[in-house]
């Protein structure tokens, strides 16, 4: 009877009344969940970002020392280093983005990019260590084949039918589905 109560107490009471205006605004647990994630995958981003600008300063500085002494191979070693960091982190910055996108688009569970979370911080916090070893699977279980072969731009006739309705990846909604039939028409 008191859950009764409290529900019609909550049902009755006016949007714009002191009561109303006063009410924390309720948020949906699914969406809290969500607007975390999102903002965890922005702050890697921006993490990762902010290391990729260290190493570019840092191979400029290098480069600018190497030129003036022509031959120190220590300093070349370390140029090529910071590029191989510097590539896989743009690597790592596109892949998040890309989830951050199909993320708002409701294209990928949440569930998922949690199982990947412990994983992606290892990376951004260990990746300069020397004795670090790199997930190479880290995204495969989010079956994002079609980016890591670089093909981009339009996609293929059915993909959005695919990605929501085979793969369970998320529920089709009526514009993806219009635009799957959009690229089966041609």
Do not use: C
């Amino acid at each position: 009877m008191e859950r009764f109560k409290v529900v019609e107490r909550e049902t009755k009471t006016k949007a714009y009344s002191k009561e109303g205006l006063g009410l924390a605004q309720k948020v949906d647990p699914a969406q809290k969940e969500k607007e975390e994630v999102g903002q965890w995958l922005t702050n890697t981003i921006d993490t990762l970002n902010m290391q990729v600008d260290q190493f570019e300063s840092e191979v400029e500085s290098l480069s600018v020392q190497t030129r003036k002494k022509k031959g120190d191979k220590d300093k070349q070693d370390r140029i090529e280093g910071l590029k191989r960091h510097i590539e896989k982190h743009r690597y790592h910055v596109r892949m998040l983005e890309t989830i951050l996108r199909m993320l708002d688009n409701d294209s990928i569970l949440v569930d998922a990019i949690r199982k990947i979370k412990d994983d992606v911080e290892y990376y951004v916090d260990s990746s300069q260590d020397p004795d670090f070893e790199e997930n190479e699977f880290l995204y495969d279980d989010l079956d994002l084949e079609d980016i890591r072969k670089g093909r981009g731009g339009r996609p293929e006739k059915w993909d959005f039918v695919r990605a929501g309705f085979y793969r369970g990846v998320g529920i089709l909604s009526e514009r993806d589905f219009v635009r799957a039939e959009f690229y089966h028409e041609e």
